[in-house]
């Protein structure tokens, strides 16, 4: 026992949160490489957030899919709705923290 808690309770309780930090790593280098799928209409962005989230569907309501840290460029398609510009297939990024670098955003 380790501050009255079972060592039992204290192994379970680190493989879940190794497990939990491994999830959001692998998260977040695929948005950063995986979601980079611009068409021939696209264009590339810089974040200017802090940290982006980047949604199932262009609404501030949907899940969460990935995030990009301040200042990653990534590819991006024209599209932009209710707000959003699309970043690949389902995914969505605030046009309000995305700042073009390059093409016809």
Known sequence: MFLGIPKRALII??????VGLIYLMG????????????????CRVTVTADVLNVRAAPDTGADI?????????????AEVQNGFRKIAENKWAKTEYL?????NC
């Open 27 to 42: 998260t977040d280098k695929q948005v950063s490489e995986g979601a980079t799928g611009g068409g021939s209409a696209g």
């Open 99 to 103: 700042r073009p670098v390059s093409g």
């Open 13 to 18: 309780v680190a493989i879940l949160a190794g």
């Open 65 to 77: 899919v990935g995030k990009f840290n301040q200042n990653a460029e990534t590819d991006a398609q």
